[in-house]
């Protein structure tokens, strides 16, 4: 059985990382979308709130599970026996960080693997950082995000 892990921040997932993950699906036989905790951070949306939503996004995927985890994703990796790790790729300018990630992860243990998957070109300017931008300032996300984050992201910033 292959396991791929697809780690993030997810702060929010975004109709590209779900592009990456359905595609990864069907690749895979399970794949795991793990969040990542990154203590120097704060983060967008709060871990419960953020495994919640992608686990409404993602839930007619029967193959995927939605994790979380705090250190190495490599580590993570070797605890749930996968042995390949899922990276998307929105541009040009993201592969050389991915490249350096892969490189590194392949040092610390060169039996787990990186597999970049593209997202389709609708989807190469979304990033979670613009659609914070758009959610604070009241704008429209729908076309950014799934339905269960755009409703939870208006319901936070249009209280008040």
Request: a positive charge; one cysteine or more.
């Amino acid at each position: 059985m292959k396991t791929a892990i697809y780690p993030g921040s997810f702060d929010p997932i975004t109709k590209g990382h779900l592009d990456v993950l359905k595609r990864a699906a069907d690749i895979f036989d399970k794949v795991i979308i793990v969040v990542s905790v990154n203590v120097n951070k704060t983060s967008f949306i709060p871990l419960e709130d953020k495994i919640m939503l992608i686990r409404e996004a993602c839930k007619d995927l029967k193959n995927v599970e939605v994790d979380s985890f705090d250190g190495l994703t490599i580590e993570y990796a070797k605890k749930r026996n996968a042995n390949v790790l899922i990276r998307g790729l929105r541009a040009v300018s993201d592969f050389e960080y991915e490249m350096q990630m892969s490189q590194a992860n392949s040092a610390l243990c060169s039996d787990i693997h990186t597999v970049f998957l593209i997202t389709k070109p609708k989807y190469n300017f979304i990033s979670s950082g613009t659609v914070k931008e758009i959610a604070r300032m009241n704008g429209d996300i729908s076309k950014f995000v799934p339905e269960p984050v755009a409703k939870y992201l208006e319901a936070k910033y249009t209280k008040g």
